[in-house]
């Protein structure tokens, strides 16, 4: 059994596999301690390819870590009643399929909780457990469009052709699934009594943007995104590029900030700038613009370094590691040859740890039931009759 570190040792959790926000909820969960068991089917979730290099693909496989793995054929009953009482022995469930699956299966949150009344049973989909749109297919852009969260990514008018998976599958839904997880196991805790958590990529993301609905509320943000302070509306709050087509981060929003921008710049004597007149804006941003051209962004960023201009690089996810604040504190590890983000956030007493690489969270192994309490006889049956399986 690996020795386990982190704020939520102690906590167990059985984690249904599947692709997306529930292994990376699953991975920040066992980053802090927890003792998750991941639960797959023969073969794995998703079947790899003939032309996929399956090493090289478990080494790399971060949202994997930190827990164990054991292969379990669902559609014999013994396998069925192995997970539930695996089940019977967790703090949680942890699943993301879409609705009415896992109570096909015979594993869903009625057989689930009469087996185990504190158990708390995470779902995580990208509608929710109800409504006329639960039983469709979609992604993330799906769901942050009809949660109304993609809406706030136009420029000039029109939308990008599209965004990366961050606001919806790991914000809105691993985080929420993080926090609902939490919460329920909390409670359960305190009253014996577990719960069903309903953490959905619609609910989370319309919650993601709480900070923009009520300044548009104040009138303070304009429903046209691009036109506000918070979204590259003004010159002191956007991007640029550099000489060396590299870009920069510009957030000197407050005054005092913004005054230490300008001075660096050798623009504070710009009576426009000054003014913070709209009709100047245009003018503001093209100065800008060509100012941080002139020079590249090393050049910059040294200008600006230890200062309070809110300069900063936009590094790329190969020049991050290397940045000199991100190298310090170890923001990132490399295990197995794979550059990877550390755990987070930081515990100063009960700090979390990667307890598991990668590539062996990515291995089958059946021993590791004796560890939740399942009778060895019990698994050299169920693994000699297929129920169970492992990789050699």
Known sequence: ????????????????????????????????????????????????????????????SIFYRSRRLVRIDLKAAAGRDLVLDLIGGADAVLEGYRPGTMERLGLGPEPCLARNPALSFVRVTGWGQDGPMAQMAGHDMNYIGVSGALSLFARDGRLPPGIPPLIGDMAGGALFAVIGCLAAVLNARSTGKGQVVDANMVDGTANLYTLLAALSAMGLHDVQAGNNVLDGGRHYYRTYTCGDGLPI??????????????????????????????????????????????????????LFDGTDGCVTPV???????????????????????????????????????????????????????????????WIESLTRNGVVSGDD
């Open 315 to 377: 590094l790329t996810l190969d020049e991050a590691p290397t940045h000199k604040h991100n190298a310090e504190r170890d923001v990132f590890r490399t295990i197995d040859g794979v550059v990877q983000p550390a755990p987070a956030p930081r515990f100063e007493r009960t700090p979390g740890d990667i307890s598991t690489p990668a590539a062996a969270a990515s291995r089958s192994d059946p021993a590791i039931l004796a560890d939740w309490g399942i009778d060895a006889a």
């Open 1 to 60: 059994m690996t020795d386990r570190k982190g704020p939520l040792t102690g906590v167990r959790i059985v984690e249904m596999t599947g692709i997306g926000p529930v292994p990376y909820a699953a991975m920040i969960l066992a980053d802090m301690g927890a003792e998750i068991l991941r639960i797959d089917r023969p073969g794995g979730y998703p079947a790899v390819g003939p032309t996929l290099d399956f090493s090289a693909m478990e080494k790399a």
């Open 249 to 302: 981060a510009v957030g000197a929003i407050e005054p005092g900030f913004r005054k230490v921008l300008l001075q660096k710049l050798d623009l504070s004597d710009d009576p426009r700038f000054r003014s913070d007149a709209p009709e100047d804006e245009a003018y503001c941003t093209e100065t800008l613009a060509a100012r941080f051209a002139a020079q590249t962004r090393d050049h910059w960023v040294s």
